[in-house]
């Protein structure tokens, strides 16, 4: 059996997925026959901290069975039955079949009210890039192993893996992924304005789902913001804007904030991380608020993601939990993320029910995080029965299909724009934004030696950021809220824009001056 591995031999530890350093449990893969791995199968990183006392939990995390197993029926059966097929025949059609809609194009949705339907499809067209430029020198292959094996006997806490390992995105614009189905939120907008409040929280639920979709064979790791960071994000052609702050390194958190047609949402994320040994399991703490103008507040929160097959097998991620939209008119949702097993037939299902205040179920939600979500009105989520009604089923959100040009990253077209510096957009940028951070540019524009020694001295510097914040370094666009550990958005950041004065912001990517170097 290659991948056994004695009990005992893995740490459960603490890992921050963040700091780019190879863990040291890690180079026991050796001693355990564990023989090179090519770039593609790539391999876990992370700092070895905190206790290892925690064997048993391992233990209890893999055998404890999944007691919810009956509640979730085959969403794949019931999707090629013929029922659902002769009710909506033609869900599969694109409406859009030129290539340069498809950023924001919705599939055939023919049982949506046309007047919700086009809802925010009037907004100004934004030209937008449609692939990553050309890699300027040719990839090779690195194998984290050969990596591993030239530094035995060095301490591996202190080795960073190179920035073949990343994708050419911080984390800063990786939370603004989530908004790619942001007409989810204008179509619940305009439900409620119309007084339904039902059909406004179903549109919230396959909003708060959609935001999972991009995260499907996407193996590499986002770019640790440096603290101080932002990332801005101007999209009339969504009618939105978001604005994103590293606003702590330790723990690192990321808090964002985005102004859409008559609503707001906004929510700071820090990651707890537990590293199991094959896999590391990603908790996000922290709620997301969706404000509509008309006083309807949602809030949730994310649900846990673990990366699986860290040591052998193709690296995969998977998001499992219980996900609770609460909102304050009366309705609220529960969405069950159902958990991977290894025998999956069918993953990635998502399940759920809408309540009333009284507790009383009156719709029902299903389908996958990676494809879409359908909604039953009333009560079927029972066992035993459903299906009759399930031909009922009405779409409420489809996946966009993948860019004509894919990248090595697995970018989606929306992710694609994210990145994009044009020249007009250049002069209105603070210094401190996502965009110009010098390796993860040469990064996607495939200079891999330039990117990994920009790399290099951007962590030099950030080895300073526990010392700032120590001394009393604050975020510039974001506060805490009195008596919460919540950042808000305290405003000023698109009138700073308007300005160009960019005067309080530091110069973040730029090199250290000598005087103020630390060991
Ligand atoms: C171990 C390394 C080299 C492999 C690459 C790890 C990749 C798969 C990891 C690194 C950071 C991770 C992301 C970190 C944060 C979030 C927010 C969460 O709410 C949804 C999942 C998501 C978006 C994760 C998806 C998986 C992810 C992209």
Redesign the pocket.
Known sequence: MSNYVPRGLWKTEKVD?ENTVVDESQRQLKDCGISSRSRND????GSASESDDDNERVDAAEEETDDEENTFFDTRDFLSSSSFKSNTSDYRISSFSSDDDGLYAVESEDDIDPAIRSVGTNYPYVKRRKKLPDPVEKEKGVSLWSMIKDNIGKDLTKIC?PVY?NEPLS?LQ?CFEDLEYSYLIDRAYEWGKRGNSLMRILNVAAFAVSG?AS?EG?????FNPLLGETYEADYPDKGLRFFSEKVSHHPMVVACHCEGTGWKFQGD?N?KSKFWGRS?Q?D?VGVLTLEFDDGEVFQWS?VT?S?YN?ILGK?Y?D?YGTMRIQGSHGYSCKLKFKEQSIIERNPHQVQGVVQDRNGKTVATLFGKWDESMHYVSGDCSGKGKGFDSLSEAHLLWKRSKMPKFPTRYNLTRFAITMNELTPGLKEMLPPTDSRLRPDQRYLENGEYEMANSEKLRLEQRQRQARKMQESGWKPRWFAKDKGSDSYRYVGGYWEARDTGNWDSCPDIFGQIPSDQLVD
Do not use: G, M, V
């Open positions: 997925l790539k391999f876990s990183e893996l390992f984390s990786k999972y995260t996407r193996i590499c790791k986002p994320s990651l590391i990603l996000p994310k993601t990366i860290l690296l991620c998001h």
